[in-house]
């Protein structure tokens, strides 16, 4: 993560992923291609669901974080390579748990993403990889929890 190799990856490290605002118009965007439920799609029906107003897909937050761990990621990485230090790769993710839609993401809402590693151990299957834990969040301009899940994702070991 963040061009670490598995060997930097420490438990307690925070990274700050950068923000995401959730437009009107990509709210609609999203949802009506991925998760047409009325208070995603419609004005009228969310103004009179229990959030009073159009929301974002669940989904579609989740995506608005993935955006910012690649491009955080990515930037770093440019960052060391620009230092003249060498730079891990990023291998898949093996899954995630603990998802949770803490609050409503309204169209103009600025959520701020954060990843902090949580843990870390050796792959005996994959000697070049390490699997690293991690927890990440995203919060609303109010201060607001507003999502969080729990992940792993391999990580290239030096060689």
């Not at 061009?3 to 307690?12: N, S, T």
């Not at 989740?62 to 390579?81: K, P, T």
């Not at 790769?89 to 993403?113: E, H, I």
């Amino acid at each position: 993560m963040m061009g670490l190799f598995f060997e930097e990856c420490e438990a307690g490290m925070r990274f700050d992923l950068g923000e995401h605002r959730f437009t009107g118009e990509a709210i609609l965007r999203f949802a009506r291609a991925y998760d047409p439920q009325t208070f995603h799609v419609d004005d009228e029906a969310a103004a009179r669901s229990p959030f009073g107003a159009l929301i974002a897909s669940g989904w579609h937050t989740a995506a608005g974080w993935m955006r910012c761990f690649v491009d955080s990621n990515d930037q770093a990485r440019r960052e060391r390579l620009e230092r003249g230090e060498a730079v891990s790769a990023l291998g898949p993710s093996p899954g995630f748990r603990n998802l949770k839609w803490l609050k409503p993401v309204y169209a103009g809402d600025v959520l701020t993403f954060n990843l902090t590693i949580t843990g870390k151990r050796p792959l005996a299957s994959r000697p070049d990889w390490g699997l690293v834990e991690m927890h990440s969040d995203g919060t609303n301009r109010k201060g607001e929890l507003a999502f969080a899940f729990d992940g792993k994702v391999l990580v290239a070991r030096r060689r």
